[in-house]
């Protein structure tokens, strides 16, 4: 009897972002699929230490922090991999020469960021973000925002939470106290069943909630 083939093993992926945030809402939103992508490291402007097989890094909001730029991690363990809301082409070039061998965009469903992942791990081409027309965030906002029952304020700040703005980064840019602040956030997450805020940032990164102030602009010192 010939034995079954070997489980493939799950690509190791390991996750550079400015905010830790952000870091813990894609680990969150990638659990239920360790069978094919597993996290194996996360960290905040720092170099992974071990091995790993891709590195999904936010390059267009990177800062250089203790000697280690994007050259190091592009010659570093893994495939680096340009993982923003900016779907902008002159981001998308501008990573690809600093050594991205690939872009994805933070508004990906789950599925479709996990295949991807498995796609340029095997040395499949994987196209670049298409550059978004004007509303077409407002629209994944508005899709988002009837499935859950959010109005457009609560859908606002989730956005901003998942780009990984504290309480009062998000009151500051929005003009609004910061009970105000708390108040939406305490009706957004009993209206999509969540309870932490890396299960919000990780519904908000299923569901293509795009903060305004990104939506069809670039800017050099915009995060991501």
């Known amino acids: 009897m010939t034995p079954p083939d070997p489980a493939p093993t799950p690509v190791r992926v390991a996750i550079v972002d400015d905010y830790e945030l952000v870091i813990a809402g894609v680990r969150e939103?990638?659990?239920p699929f360790s069978d094919r992508v597993v996290a194996t490291e996360w960290a905040s402007r720092t170099m992974p230490?071990?091995?790993v097989d891709v590195?999904?890094?936010d390059m267009f909001g990177y800062v250089d922090s203790e000697g280690v730029d994007l050259a190091t991690l592009a010659?570093?363990?893994g495939k680096l991999v340009a993982y923003s809301w900016s779907?902008?082409?002159r981001a998308v070039a501008r990573a690809r020469e600093q050594g991205a061998v690939a872009c994805l965009s933070k508004g990906l469903p789950a599925e479709a960021l996990v295949t991807a992942i498995e796609?340029?791990?095997?040395?499949r081409p994987v196209p670049d973000p298409a550059p978004g027309p004007p509303g077409r965030g407002a629209f994944a906002e508005l899709t988002a925002r009837e499935l859950a029952g959010l109005s457009p304020r609560e859908a606002e700040v989730l956005?901003?939470?998942?780009?990984g703005l504290s309480n009062e980064e998000i009151g500051a840019q929005l003009y609004l106290s910061i009970n105000s602040i708390k108040t939406y956030i305490r009706t957004a997450y009993r209206k999509i069943g969540v309870t932490r805020r890396s299960q919000a940032v990780a519904w908000a990164l299923r569901h293509r909630l795009t903060p305004a102030t990104d939506r069809g602009r670039f800017d050099?010192?915009?995060?991501g």
Not at 119 to 123: P, S, V, Y
Not at 220 to 223: E, F, N, Q, V, W
């Open 29 to 31: 939103m990638l659990l």
């Open 49 to 51: 230490e071990g091995d």
């Open 55 to 57: 590195l999904l890094c």
């Open 75 to 77: 010659a570093g363990p």
């Open 87 to 89: 779907t902008d082409p």
């Open 119 to 123: 796609d340029i791990h095997a040395g």
């Open 159 to 163: 956005a901003m939470i998942a780009k």
């Open 220 to 223: 050099d010192s915009a995060r």
